[in-house]
């Protein structure tokens, strides 16, 4: 895993069990950058960008479950069906929504970003 990535990664943790909302903002089909808010109402909010999204199934807001990085299974099984290179395997991050979302979320991604808004 690239550094890079395990920043983005421990950005997410910071947010987790903390009671935010989450709400899919926007997609940039060019750039492949999907971005969330995660917001209370009480509080600043933050922007979630996953960037190079590979693949996304995920509801456009929930308000309880946080962004997590997949089980090694799970990473494996969605690559597999997706039929990716065993480089796009070492490369790429699967994260889902814990406690789970209905619909299940998975969010295939090469890297994530975290900016706290005002």
């Given at each position: ?24 903002e926007?997609?940039?089909?060019a ?51 997706l ?36």
């Amino acid at each position: 895993m690239l550094k890079s990535q395990q920043q983005g990664i421990e950005s997410l943790r910071m947010l987790q069990g903390r009671g935010y909302t989450y709400r899919l903002e926007s997609y940039a089909s060019a750039l492949s950058e999907l971005s969330v808010r995660a917001y209370k109402a009480d509080a600043s909010g933050y922007r979630i960008v996953f960037q190079t999204t590979f693949y996304i199934q995920m509801a456009t807001d929930w308000e309880r479950g946080d962004f997590q990085l997949a089980s090694p299974q799970e990473h494996e099984d969605l690559m597999n069906r997706l039929r990716c290179s065993a480089t796009q395997k070492e490369q790429m991050l699967l994260f889902t929504v814990s406690p789970s979302t209905n619909p299940e979320t998975f969010l295939l991604c090469h890297k994530v970003l975290l900016s706290q808004l005002p």
